[in-house]
Protein backbone atom coordinates (compact mmCIF):
# COMPACT_ATOMS: atom_id res chain seq x y z
CA UNK A 1 0.00 0.00 0.00
CA UNK A 2 1.75 3.02 -1.14
CA UNK A 3 -0.85 5.75 0.73
CA UNK A 4 0.46 4.98 4.42
CA UNK A 5 0.92 7.24 6.54
CA UNK A 6 4.81 8.67 7.23
CA UNK A 7 4.52 8.93 10.51
CA UNK A 8 7.56 10.13 13.07
CA UNK A 9 7.54 9.04 17.22
CA UNK A 10 8.94 11.77 19.74
CA UNK A 11 9.53 10.57 22.52
CA UNK A 12 10.32 7.04 23.59
CA UNK A 13 9.20 6.32 26.98
CA UNK A 14 7.10 3.69 27.95
CA UNK A 15 4.26 5.04 26.11
CA UNK A 16 5.61 5.71 23.20
CA UNK A 17 7.61 2.79 23.00
CA UNK A 18 4.85 0.34 23.60
CA UNK A 19 1.39 2.09 22.38
CA UNK A 20 2.84 4.00 19.44
CA UNK A 21 5.38 2.06 18.52
CA UNK A 22 5.88 -2.05 19.10
CA UNK A 23 2.16 -2.06 18.92
CA UNK A 24 1.32 0.12 16.49
CA UNK A 25 3.70 -1.50 14.09
CA UNK A 26 2.44 -4.89 14.67
CA UNK A 27 -0.65 -4.42 14.13
CA UNK A 28 -1.30 -1.23 11.71
CA UNK A 29 1.69 -1.52 9.48
CA UNK A 30 -0.44 -1.94 6.60
CA UNK A 31 -1.82 1.83 7.83
CA UNK A 32 1.86 3.19 8.50
CA UNK A 33 5.45 3.61 8.24
CA UNK A 34 7.97 4.53 10.97
CA UNK A 35 10.27 6.84 9.35
CA UNK A 36 12.15 8.68 12.32
CA UNK A 37 12.55 8.52 15.91
CA UNK A 38 13.41 11.34 18.23
CA UNK A 39 14.15 11.61 21.38
CA UNK A 40 16.73 14.14 23.71
CA UNK A 41 18.19 10.94 25.50
CA UNK A 42 19.77 9.02 22.30
CA UNK A 43 20.32 5.89 24.57
CA UNK A 44 16.33 5.24 25.25
CA UNK A 45 15.84 6.03 21.86
CA UNK A 46 17.60 3.27 20.66
CA UNK A 47 16.78 0.67 23.26
CA UNK A 48 13.12 1.52 21.80
CA UNK A 49 14.48 1.30 18.47
CA UNK A 50 15.26 -2.17 19.00
CA UNK A 51 12.23 -2.87 21.13
CA UNK A 52 10.19 -1.86 18.47
CA UNK A 53 12.19 -3.41 15.95
CA UNK A 54 12.70 -0.57 13.60
CA UNK A 55 15.57 0.64 11.46
CA UNK A 56 14.00 4.24 11.46
CA UNK A 57 16.96 7.02 11.72
CA UNK A 58 17.11 8.55 14.83
CA UNK A 59 17.59 11.97 15.87
CA UNK A 60 18.33 13.98 18.98
CA UNK A 61 16.54 17.16 17.58
CA UNK A 62 12.72 17.51 16.64
CA UNK A 63 13.59 20.48 14.01
CA UNK A 64 16.40 18.10 12.51
CA UNK A 65 14.02 15.41 12.12
CA UNK A 66 11.00 17.65 10.99
CA UNK A 67 13.17 18.91 8.28
CA UNK A 68 14.72 15.74 6.98
CA UNK A 69 12.56 13.08 7.37
CA UNK A 70 9.39 15.33 6.74
CA UNK A 71 6.87 13.09 8.41
CA UNK A 72 3.23 13.54 7.01
CA UNK A 73 2.04 12.47 11.39
CA UNK A 74 3.46 13.07 14.43
CA UNK A 75 3.02 10.86 17.29
CA UNK A 76 4.15 12.85 20.66
CA UNK A 77 4.90 11.06 23.78
CA UNK A 78 7.18 13.28 25.93
CA UNK A 79 6.41 14.50 29.19
CA UNK A 80 3.11 16.80 29.11
CA UNK A 81 4.75 20.18 29.61
CA UNK A 82 6.59 19.92 26.40
CA UNK A 83 3.50 18.93 24.42
CA UNK A 84 2.61 22.27 22.96
CA UNK A 85 6.02 23.08 21.56
CA UNK A 86 6.65 19.51 19.76
CA UNK A 87 2.99 19.85 18.31
CA UNK A 88 3.21 23.56 17.23
CA UNK A 89 6.55 22.35 15.63
CA UNK A 90 4.79 19.70 13.41
CA UNK A 91 2.09 21.05 12.80
CA UNK A 92 4.25 24.05 10.88
CA UNK A 93 6.14 21.31 8.85
CA UNK A 94 2.99 20.51 7.39
CA UNK A 95 2.23 17.11 9.52
CA UNK A 96 -0.83 16.10 11.32
CA UNK A 97 -0.33 15.49 15.08
CA UNK A 98 -1.30 12.55 17.25
CA UNK A 99 -0.61 14.07 20.93
CA UNK A 100 -0.56 11.80 24.01
CA UNK A 101 -2.75 13.39 26.67
CA UNK A 102 -3.29 16.09 28.42
CA UNK A 103 -2.86 17.62 25.59
CA UNK A 104 -0.61 20.83 27.01
CA UNK A 105 -0.65 22.18 30.35
CA UNK A 106 -1.60 25.75 31.09
CA UNK A 107 -3.94 28.27 29.23
CA UNK A 108 -0.90 29.49 27.23
CA UNK A 109 0.33 26.11 25.98
CA UNK A 110 -3.38 25.53 25.19
CA UNK A 111 -3.40 28.35 23.38
CA UNK A 112 -0.34 28.00 21.16
CA UNK A 113 -1.83 24.93 19.77
CA UNK A 114 -5.35 25.82 18.57
CA UNK A 115 -3.68 28.63 17.02
CA UNK A 116 -1.69 26.07 15.41
CA UNK A 117 -4.10 24.25 14.46
CA UNK A 118 -5.99 27.18 12.64
CA UNK A 119 -3.31 28.91 11.34
CA UNK A 120 -1.60 25.52 9.07
CA UNK A 121 -4.63 23.55 8.50
CA UNK A 122 -3.56 20.26 10.08
CA UNK A 123 -5.36 18.19 12.28
CA UNK A 124 -4.25 17.39 16.13
CA UNK A 125 -6.32 14.13 17.63
CA UNK A 126 -5.75 13.77 21.52
CA UNK A 127 -5.26 10.07 22.38
CA UNK A 128 -8.49 9.62 24.60
CA UNK A 129 -8.25 5.67 24.64
CA UNK A 130 -10.88 5.66 27.63
CA UNK A 131 -13.80 7.11 25.52
CA UNK A 132 -13.09 4.12 22.95
CA UNK A 133 -13.22 1.41 26.00
CA UNK A 134 -16.29 -1.25 25.23
CA UNK A 135 -18.20 -0.07 28.30
CA UNK A 136 -17.49 3.75 27.77
CA UNK A 137 -19.40 3.00 24.26
CA UNK A 138 -22.13 1.41 25.87
CA UNK A 139 -23.04 3.99 28.34
CA UNK A 140 -22.69 6.80 25.92
CA UNK A 141 -25.30 4.89 23.51
CA UNK A 142 -27.49 4.33 26.84
CA UNK A 143 -27.00 8.41 27.25
CA UNK A 144 -27.49 9.63 23.60
CA UNK A 145 -30.50 7.24 23.73
CA UNK A 146 -32.54 8.87 26.26
CA UNK A 147 -32.67 6.19 28.32
CA UNK A 148 -32.72 7.35 31.49
CA UNK A 149 -34.28 11.03 30.18
CA UNK A 150 -32.66 14.02 30.91
CA UNK A 151 -29.67 13.48 32.84
CA UNK A 152 -29.04 15.87 35.95
CA UNK A 153 -26.17 15.19 38.29
CA UNK A 154 -23.04 12.29 38.18
CA UNK A 155 -21.17 11.07 40.71
CA UNK A 156 -17.87 10.01 39.53
CA UNK A 157 -15.00 8.41 41.74
CA UNK A 158 -11.53 6.96 40.79
CA UNK A 159 -9.56 4.99 42.49
CA UNK A 160 -5.79 4.12 41.52
CA UNK A 161 -3.64 1.74 43.57
CA UNK A 162 -0.35 2.04 45.21
CA UNK A 163 1.53 1.05 42.45
CA UNK A 164 -0.33 2.99 39.65
CA UNK A 165 -0.52 5.62 41.90
CA UNK A 166 2.59 5.95 43.36
CA UNK A 167 4.03 5.67 39.93
CA UNK A 168 3.27 9.38 39.43
CA UNK A 169 5.04 10.45 42.38
CA UNK A 170 8.03 8.93 41.35
CA UNK A 171 9.40 11.45 38.47
CA UNK A 172 8.17 14.20 36.51
CA UNK A 173 4.65 14.03 37.37
CA UNK A 174 4.88 14.84 40.84
CA UNK A 175 5.63 18.56 40.08
CA UNK A 176 2.44 20.76 38.71
CA UNK A 177 5.06 22.81 36.07
CA UNK A 178 5.61 19.81 34.21
CA UNK A 179 2.41 18.04 34.17
CA UNK A 180 -0.32 20.54 35.42
CA UNK A 181 -0.51 18.16 38.69
CA UNK A 182 -2.99 15.38 38.12
CA UNK A 183 -5.92 17.41 38.09
CA UNK A 184 -4.33 17.94 34.56
CA UNK A 185 -2.34 15.12 33.90
CA UNK A 186 -4.65 11.75 35.11
CA UNK A 187 -8.17 13.83 35.06
CA UNK A 188 -8.12 14.87 31.51
CA UNK A 189 -8.86 11.23 30.87
CA UNK A 190 -11.78 11.85 33.42
CA UNK A 191 -13.22 15.35 32.84
CA UNK A 192 -13.19 14.32 29.14
CA UNK A 193 -15.28 11.47 29.93
CA UNK A 194 -17.47 13.64 31.53
CA UNK A 195 -17.62 15.98 28.99
CA UNK A 196 -18.09 13.78 25.80
CA UNK A 197 -20.78 11.70 27.96
CA UNK A 198 -22.80 14.65 28.65
CA UNK A 199 -21.90 16.45 25.32
CA UNK A 200 -22.02 19.98 27.29
CA UNK A 201 -19.05 22.09 28.32
CA UNK A 202 -18.20 22.33 32.09
CA UNK A 203 -18.63 26.05 33.23
CA UNK A 204 -17.85 25.83 36.97
CA UNK A 205 -15.25 24.59 39.23
CA UNK A 206 -14.97 24.33 42.90
CA UNK A 207 -12.37 21.62 44.78
CA UNK A 208 -10.48 20.85 47.37
CA UNK A 209 -7.17 19.14 46.75
CA UNK A 210 -4.56 17.79 49.56
CA UNK A 211 -1.25 16.11 49.83
CA UNK A 212 -1.58 12.83 52.26
CA UNK A 213 0.56 9.87 51.64
CA UNK A 214 3.58 10.75 49.24
CA UNK A 215 6.55 13.85 49.32
CA UNK A 216 6.87 15.40 52.72
CA UNK A 217 4.14 13.26 54.16
CA UNK A 218 6.46 9.85 54.02
CA UNK A 219 8.14 8.65 57.09
CA UNK A 220 11.59 8.88 55.19
CA UNK A 221 13.48 9.32 51.97
CA UNK A 222 16.17 8.52 50.14
CA UNK A 223 17.93 9.58 46.93
CA UNK A 224 15.95 7.02 44.94
CA UNK A 225 14.97 3.20 45.12
CA UNK A 226 18.15 1.75 43.67
CA UNK A 227 20.44 3.35 46.59
CA UNK A 228 17.88 4.08 49.12
CA UNK A 229 18.99 3.26 52.92
CA UNK A 230 15.18 2.27 53.75
CA UNK A 231 14.53 -0.14 50.80
CA UNK A 232 13.33 -3.08 53.34
CA UNK A 233 10.82 -0.59 55.63
CA UNK A 234 9.27 1.01 52.50
CA UNK A 235 6.15 0.33 50.84
CA UNK A 236 6.90 1.79 47.60
CA UNK A 237 10.33 0.19 46.81
CA UNK A 238 10.29 -0.23 43.59
CA UNK A 239 12.89 -3.24 42.18
CA UNK A 240 13.90 -1.92 38.50
CA UNK A 241 15.68 -4.49 38.04
CA UNK A 242 13.25 -6.58 38.59
CA UNK A 243 11.30 -5.18 35.56
CA UNK A 244 13.97 -5.70 32.23
CA UNK A 245 11.53 -3.57 30.02
CA UNK A 246 11.90 -0.67 32.26
CA UNK A 247 15.32 -1.61 33.49
CA UNK A 248 16.62 -1.72 29.78
CA UNK A 249 14.26 1.60 28.84
CA UNK A 250 14.96 3.91 31.87
CA UNK A 251 17.99 2.33 34.09
CA UNK A 252 21.58 2.98 31.89
CA UNK A 253 19.79 5.81 30.30
CA UNK A 254 19.40 7.93 33.07
CA UNK A 255 23.08 8.27 33.27
CA UNK A 256 23.02 11.03 30.49
CA UNK A 257 20.09 12.88 31.71
CA UNK A 258 19.39 11.89 35.06
CA UNK A 259 15.95 11.01 34.73
CA UNK A 260 15.14 8.03 37.16
CA UNK A 261 12.79 6.33 36.95
CA UNK A 262 12.40 4.97 40.45
CA UNK A 263 12.73 8.33 41.97
CA UNK A 264 11.58 8.59 46.18
CA UNK A 265 7.62 8.82 46.29
CA UNK A 266 9.02 10.76 49.64
CA UNK A 267 10.52 13.68 47.89
CA UNK A 268 10.50 16.58 49.68
CA UNK A 269 9.75 19.13 47.29
CA UNK A 270 6.38 16.86 45.32
CA UNK A 271 4.10 20.04 44.75
CA UNK A 272 1.05 18.23 43.70
CA UNK A 273 -1.16 16.64 45.72
CA UNK A 274 -2.51 13.08 45.84
CA UNK A 275 -5.61 13.34 47.00
CA UNK A 276 -8.52 15.98 45.12
CA UNK A 277 -12.24 16.43 45.26
CA UNK A 278 -13.96 18.61 42.85
CA UNK A 279 -17.45 19.67 41.99
CA UNK A 280 -18.75 20.82 38.41
CA UNK A 281 -21.50 22.58 36.54
CA UNK A 282 -22.16 21.92 33.36
CA UNK A 283 -23.74 24.45 30.42
CA UNK A 284 -26.40 22.14 30.19
CA UNK A 285 -27.17 22.13 34.07
CA UNK A 286 -26.06 18.70 35.05
CA UNK A 287 -24.01 18.81 38.68
CA UNK A 288 -20.79 16.61 38.87
CA UNK A 289 -19.45 14.97 41.72
CA UNK A 290 -15.80 13.65 41.24
CA UNK A 291 -12.95 12.30 43.32
CA UNK A 292 -9.49 11.04 42.37
CA UNK A 293 -7.35 8.98 45.01
CA UNK A 294 -4.04 7.65 44.43
CA UNK A 295 -3.10 5.23 47.32
CA UNK A 296 -5.92 3.08 47.42
CA UNK A 297 -5.91 -1.62 47.91
CA UNK A 298 -7.90 -1.33 44.53
CA UNK A 299 -7.74 0.41 41.22
CA UNK A 300 -11.14 1.25 39.01
CA UNK A 301 -13.97 3.66 39.13
CA UNK A 302 -17.23 4.14 40.27
CA UNK A 303 -19.97 6.17 37.90
CA UNK A 304 -23.43 6.89 38.29
CA UNK A 305 -25.54 8.90 36.36
CA UNK A 306 -29.00 10.18 37.65
CA UNK A 307 -31.51 11.30 34.89
CA UNK A 308 -35.27 12.86 35.34
CA UNK A 309 -36.31 8.69 34.31
CA UNK A 310 -33.83 6.47 36.02
CA UNK A 311 -30.23 6.12 36.68
CA UNK A 312 -27.02 4.28 35.47
CA UNK A 313 -24.07 2.73 37.50
CA UNK A 314 -21.23 1.09 37.11
CA UNK A 315 -18.30 -0.18 39.06
CA UNK A 316 -15.69 -0.93 36.69
CA UNK A 317 -13.34 -3.33 38.61
CA UNK A 318 -9.31 -2.97 37.69
CA UNK A 319 -7.50 -4.68 39.92
CA UNK A 320 -8.06 -5.39 43.30
CA UNK A 321 -7.18 -8.40 45.95
CA UNK A 322 -10.66 -10.68 45.16
CA UNK A 323 -12.04 -12.48 41.82
CA UNK A 324 -14.03 -10.11 39.79
CA UNK A 325 -15.49 -11.41 36.26
CA UNK A 326 -14.53 -10.69 32.61
CA UNK A 327 -16.90 -8.12 31.76
CA UNK A 328 -18.42 -5.10 33.03
CA UNK A 329 -22.08 -5.08 34.25
CA UNK A 330 -23.71 -1.39 33.44
CA UNK A 331 -27.39 -1.52 35.87
CA UNK A 332 -29.76 0.38 34.22
CA UNK A 333 -32.58 1.57 36.58
CA UNK A 334 -35.42 3.29 35.96
CA UNK A 335 -37.42 5.28 38.05
CA UNK A 336 -41.21 4.88 36.71
CA UNK A 337 -41.81 1.36 36.00
CA UNK A 338 -44.79 -0.58 36.76
CA UNK A 339 -44.85 -1.68 40.21
CA UNK A 340 -41.58 0.41 41.27
CA UNK A 341 -38.34 0.96 39.79
CA UNK A 342 -36.93 -1.54 37.48
CA UNK A 343 -33.79 -2.38 36.43
CA UNK A 344 -31.88 -4.08 33.78
CA UNK A 345 -28.01 -5.70 33.92
CA UNK A 346 -25.90 -4.85 30.92
CA UNK A 347 -22.85 -6.69 30.33
CA UNK A 348 -19.94 -5.71 28.17
CA UNK A 349 -17.10 -8.24 28.13
CA UNK A 350 -13.97 -6.95 28.46
CA UNK A 351 -12.24 -6.72 24.82
CA UNK A 352 -7.60 -7.95 25.05
CA UNK A 353 -5.37 -5.01 25.49
CA UNK A 354 -4.79 -1.74 26.67
CA UNK A 355 -7.84 -0.03 28.52
CA UNK A 356 -9.82 -3.04 27.53
CA UNK A 357 -9.89 -2.81 24.35
CA UNK A 358 -10.17 0.53 23.93
CA UNK A 359 -6.34 1.26 22.60
CA UNK A 360 -6.96 -0.16 19.52
CA UNK A 361 -9.72 1.16 18.71
CA UNK A 362 -8.47 4.63 19.18
CA UNK A 363 -5.73 3.11 16.83
CA UNK A 364 -8.39 1.78 14.33
CA UNK A 365 -10.32 5.20 14.34
CA UNK A 366 -7.70 7.73 14.04
CA UNK A 367 -5.69 5.42 11.35
CA UNK A 368 -7.93 2.91 9.68
CA UNK A 369 -9.13 4.94 6.51
CA UNK A 370 -13.11 5.60 6.12
CA UNK A 371 -13.81 4.57 9.79
CA UNK A 372 -17.23 5.98 10.56
CA UNK A 373 -17.42 7.81 14.49
CA UNK A 374 -21.46 7.32 15.07
CA UNK A 375 -20.28 7.83 19.08
CA UNK A 376 -18.16 10.70 18.45
CA UNK A 377 -15.35 9.22 19.95
CA UNK A 378 -12.63 10.46 18.08
CA UNK A 379 -11.02 13.96 19.83
CA UNK A 380 -9.57 16.57 18.83
CA UNK A 381 -7.51 20.02 20.02
CA UNK A 382 -10.60 21.40 21.13
CA UNK A 383 -11.78 18.41 23.81
CA UNK A 384 -7.91 18.03 24.41
CA UNK A 385 -8.64 21.84 25.58
CA UNK A 386 -11.80 21.68 27.26
CA UNK A 387 -10.87 18.54 29.70
CA UNK A 388 -7.15 20.36 30.39
CA UNK A 389 -8.96 23.52 31.34
CA UNK A 390 -11.06 21.64 33.50
CA UNK A 391 -7.93 20.42 35.24
CA UNK A 392 -6.44 24.02 35.36
CA UNK A 393 -9.66 25.10 36.90
CA UNK A 394 -9.91 22.53 39.56
CA UNK A 395 -6.23 23.33 41.07
CA UNK A 396 -6.90 27.01 41.02
CA UNK A 397 -9.81 26.61 42.71
CA UNK A 398 -8.10 24.21 45.30
CA UNK A 399 -5.51 26.77 45.85
CA UNK A 400 -7.56 29.61 45.96
CA UNK A 401 -10.32 28.49 47.78
CA UNK A 402 -12.79 30.45 45.05
CA UNK A 403 -14.88 28.97 42.54
CA UNK A 404 -13.50 29.27 39.25
CA UNK A 405 -15.54 29.96 36.05
CA UNK A 406 -13.69 28.39 32.59
CA UNK A 407 -15.70 30.72 30.15
CA UNK A 408 -13.51 33.68 32.17
CA UNK A 409 -9.91 31.45 31.67
CA UNK A 410 -10.42 30.91 28.44
CA UNK A 411 -13.53 32.45 26.83
CA UNK A 412 -12.42 31.46 22.93
CA UNK A 413 -13.54 27.75 23.45
CA UNK A 414 -17.42 28.92 24.43
CA UNK A 415 -19.74 29.89 22.06
CA UNK A 416 -23.12 32.06 23.02
CA UNK A 417 -24.08 33.87 26.70
CA UNK A 418 -22.03 32.98 29.53
CA UNK A 419 -24.96 32.77 32.08
CA UNK A 420 -23.75 34.34 35.42
CA UNK A 421 -23.25 31.62 37.98
CA UNK A 422 -26.19 32.14 40.49
CA UNK A 423 -28.55 29.63 39.66
CA UNK A 424 -30.03 27.92 42.70
CA UNK A 425 -33.70 28.23 43.39
CA UNK A 426 -34.66 30.22 46.44
CA UNK A 427 -36.78 27.84 48.35
CA UNK A 428 -40.54 28.99 48.32
CA UNK A 429 -40.67 28.52 52.27
CA UNK A 430 -37.35 28.75 54.05
CA UNK A 431 -36.73 26.16 57.03
CA UNK A 432 -38.97 22.77 55.40
CA UNK A 433 -41.74 21.95 53.07
CA UNK A 434 -42.38 24.10 50.72
N1 LIG B 1 -3.28 7.74 27.04
C1 LIG B 1 -2.79 7.05 28.05
O1 LIG B 1 -3.48 6.21 28.60
C2 LIG B 1 -1.35 7.30 28.50
C3 LIG B 1 -0.69 6.33 29.29
C4 LIG B 1 0.62 6.59 29.68
C5 LIG B 1 1.24 7.77 29.32
N2 LIG B 1 0.57 8.69 28.56
C6 LIG B 1 1.21 9.96 28.16
O2 LIG B 1 2.31 9.68 27.32
C7 LIG B 1 3.33 10.67 27.50
C8 LIG B 1 4.65 9.96 27.77
O3 LIG B 1 4.55 9.19 28.96
P1 LIG B 1 5.74 8.22 29.41
O4 LIG B 1 5.33 7.56 30.67
O5 LIG B 1 6.17 7.37 28.28
O6 LIG B 1 6.89 9.32 29.72
P2 LIG B 1 8.44 9.08 29.90
O7 LIG B 1 8.95 10.18 30.73
O8 LIG B 1 8.71 7.71 30.32
O9 LIG B 1 9.03 9.23 28.40
C9 LIG B 1 9.11 10.49 27.77
C10 LIG B 1 10.27 10.47 26.78
O10 LIG B 1 10.33 11.76 26.15
C11 LIG B 1 11.70 12.17 26.05
N3 LIG B 1 11.73 13.62 25.97
C12 LIG B 1 11.59 14.53 26.96
N4 LIG B 1 11.56 15.79 26.47
C13 LIG B 1 11.71 15.67 25.13
C14 LIG B 1 11.77 16.60 24.05
N5 LIG B 1 11.65 17.92 24.28
N6 LIG B 1 11.95 16.14 22.79
C15 LIG B 1 12.03 14.80 22.56
N7 LIG B 1 11.99 13.87 23.54
C16 LIG B 1 11.82 14.29 24.80
C17 LIG B 1 12.34 11.60 27.31
O11 LIG B 1 13.72 11.45 27.15
C18 LIG B 1 11.62 10.24 27.43
O12 LIG B 1 12.30 9.24 26.73
C19 LIG B 1 2.86 11.58 28.65
O13 LIG B 1 2.30 12.75 28.12
C20 LIG B 1 1.78 10.75 29.32
O14 LIG B 1 0.76 11.54 29.90
C21 LIG B 1 -0.71 8.46 28.14
Redesign the pocket.
Known sequence: MDNKRRFAL???????TTMWGRELLAGWRGFVDLVAI????PL?AERARTMIASNAPIYGD?DAMLAEAQPDLVIV????D??DE?VVKALESGADVIT???MATTVDKIRRILDAEKRTGRRVDV?F?YRFAPTAARIKQLLDAGEIGRVTSVDFHWYLDTEHGADYFR??HAYAERSGSLFV?KAT?HFDLLNWYLDSEPDTVSAFADLQMYGRKGPFRGPRCKLCPHKQDCDFFLDLAADPFLDALYEQPSAI?G?FRDGCVFRENIDIPDTMVANLRYRNDVHVSYSLNTFQPIEGHHIAFNGTKGRIELRQYEDQPWETPPEDVILLIRNFAKGGPAFERITVPHSPGG?YGGDDRLRNMILKPGMTDPLGQRAGARAGALSVLCGIAALESARSGKLVRLPELMPELFEGEVRPFAHTEAPATIGGRR
Open positions: VGTGNRGADTNRVCTPDTHIEKPSNRWHHDYH
